[in-house]
């Protein structure tokens, strides 16, 4: 695996949504470079941040409505 595919890769290991064998590769390719390791512990770190964070923001009713509008439309 190249840093290419585990920079496209990475989103979808953090949220546990790769297959192992993928998986491996990624493990892999992390334990040897040092950038997309520096990346990864940085997404993950803000996905941690983000999860934890007691802020919750609701999107505004109008933008709710607007959504289900659109929805409704496919």
Do not use: G, W, Y
């Not at 953090?14 to 491996?24: M, N, P, R, S, V």
């Not at 009713?61 to 439309?73: A, F, G, P, V, Y």
């Amino acid at each position: 695996m190249d840093c290419f595919e585990a920079a496209n890769r990475l989103f979808e290991f953090l949220d546990e949504e790769l297959e192992e064998f993928c998986c491996e590769e990624l493990r892999e390719h992390l334990s040897i470079c040092s950038d997309c390791r520096c990346h990864f512990e940085f997404e993950k770190s803000m996905m941690c941040f983000i999860s934890q964070s007691e802020v919750k923001t609701k999107a505004p009713k109008r933008l709710k409505n607007k959504i289900r509008k659109r929805i409704l439309k496919l």
